[in-house]
């Protein structure tokens, strides 16, 4: 990807099929989506891409187990599939993992282990491993950590997982190679109407300050948690659709789970599901679902937040862990779709299109996992309603390949320069945060490399030293922030 190219785009006055607002996993699995079938594309991101929610998730690709529970078998099973593509179509990046439930009866033993070989049928032979019921010693055996204590055995099963910021990049360069025009750091400010109908937008570089104007035969609104904030430059007026959440997470040293088998509470004291899951030789745990009533740009988990997740996790570990053992803490917001008064525990993943009179379409909640599929319908959709010629949908089958950079760890002075020069990359954020994932993984970590980094972006892009300067106080300050 060369930022630059798409600016030049820009500047030849190029009329897109479809602009899409938002670089999250559903905007960007949209621009590959469009792109693929051929439509003129661009897509335009306020931040960087997976800034937000996207790149905050529990790093799973799943059915969702806790669906059962709520009998929406049909939705299980649809998600399963997109983990079958996912699995297929990005193996670089979406690997399985096997889960263990632990169980403290007979009556859990049945319980889970039914409703588990139930998740099986529901993946139509896809499974990566069948589910199996494990007796006290075999699930010591592949979870050494967990208190024997009451523990009668476990229940084993197998998911997806990944790394969402990888991922994002990865359909944000396949986008790219299939002819979208993808720019970061680059928000919407206005959109521009002619008879009332929406005919394009205004958007701003935040490099430098210039703005353009893009013309579009339609407007794809997939701003998340923002999509609410973005209907409301169509509509002033608008009434809000969502109901955010926050999912919290915290990591830990990985010797407080060193197996390579993750741990999955099904029902915590009020009804959550926690995961502690091996990720990058750490371990996730997580999450909470709070809901909240102001929508923010850099959420951060509540204290009660990492105090729940702690001290359930104390509940199932023989070590308790404690504030001083974590080593980063992170929140995002959930763009739940408001139904009724149902609290946002009780909200399913389900992903909603509207159209608004002036034909902005957009298209609200839903989750990684389910994010090519949200792409497909908003993409038909919107090419019905733009009059694009009928091409049918690519992406159930189309590769996305591995990005070049490695997710975790400090990276090197090459790593910094390519992923300026090949990924976008334009702050010591990008590079810390998503392009490598030291942020999540160590906050101290990246607060240390901050300097190095903000040195090879500012030689790579020609910034001045007061620029590296107040790269390097804006993230140890935000670095700060990911510890409780």
């Known amino acids: 990807m060369n930022r630059s190219a798409a600016i030049a785009r820009l500047r030849a006055g190029e009329t897109w099929d479809v602009l899409i607002a938002g670089g999250g996993a559903t905007g960007l699995y949209a621009a590959l989506d469009a792109a693929s079938r051929g439509y003129r594309t661009l897509l335009l991101e306020r931040g960087d891409f997976a800034s937000g929610t996207s790149s905050r998730s529990s790093k799973l690709i799943h059915g969702g187990v806790r669906y ?11 998600a399963l599939f997109e983990r079958t593509l996912l699995l297929r179509n990005a193996p670089d990046l ?8 632990p169980v403290y009866s007979a009556w859990e033993k049945f319980f889970y282990g039914t409703g588990l070989k139930c998740y099986d049928l529901l993946a139509r032979g896809h499974q990566p491993q069948s589910s199996r019921v494990l007796s006290r010693a075999e699930t010591l055996a592949a979870v050494p950590t967990l208190q024997p204590g009451r523990l009668t055995g476990g229940v084993r099963y197998s998911d997806g997982q990944f790394d969402d910021a990888a991922l994002a990049v990865a359909v944000a360069c396949a986008a790219w190679t299939n002819g979208g025009a993808l720019l970061n750091h680059a928000p919407v400010t206005a959109l521009i109407k002619t008879g009332g109908r929406i005919r394009g937008a205004v958007l701003r570089d935040e490099e430098t300050g210039e703005t353009f104007e893009a013309g579009a ?9 923002f999509a609410d904030e973005f209907r409301r430059l169509d509509e002033p007026g608008a009434a809000p659709t969502l109901a955010p959440s926050q999912g919290a997470h915290v990591v830990l040293p990985r010797e407080f789970l060193p197996g390579e088998t993750a741990l999955m509470i099904p029902k915590t004291s009020d009804g959550r599901v926690l995961f502690a899951i091996p990720w990058h030789d750490r371990v996730l745990l997580g999450t909470t679902d709070t809901e909240v009533k102001e929508i923010v740009r850099e959420p951060v988990p509540f204290a009660e937040e990492v105090d729940f997740l702690l001290g359930h996790a104390a509940r199932y570990l023989t070590r308790a862990p404690t504030r001083a053992d974590v080593l980063s803490a992170f929140a995002g917001l959930r763009p739940l779709v408001k139904t009724g008064s149902s609290p946002a525990r009780a909200l399913a993943r389900d992903h909603i299109i509207g159209v608004s009179p002036a034909g902005l379409v957009t298209i609200t909640g839903g989750k990684w996992t389910t994010a090519r599929k949200m792409a497909e319908d908003v993409i038909n959709r919107a090419a019905d309603l733009a009059g694009l010629p009928a091409r049918p949908c690519r992406t159930a089958a189309l590769p996305v390949p591995s990005p070049f950079f490695p997710t ?29 994932r030291v942020l999540f993984l160590d906050a101290r970590a990246a607060a240390g490399a901050a300097p190095r980094v903000a040195a090879v972006i500012a030689q790579a892009l020609a910034r001045p030293a007061a620029w590296q300067l107040a790269q390097v106080e804006s993230f140890r300050a935000l670095a700060a922030r990911h510890l409780p």
């Open 408 to 436: 975790a760890g400090v990276p090197d002075d090459a790593f910094v320069a390519a992923a300026v020069r090949e990924t976008m990359a334009r702050t010591v954020e990008d590079v810390l945060a998503r392009r490598s």
């Open 94 to 101: 979406v690997h399985p993992r096997d889960f263990i439930v």
């Open 68 to 78: 059962l529970r709520q009998g929406r078998p049909g939705f299980v099973r649809a």
């Open 217 to 225: 035969r339609i407007i794809v609104n997939a701003t998340g948690v």
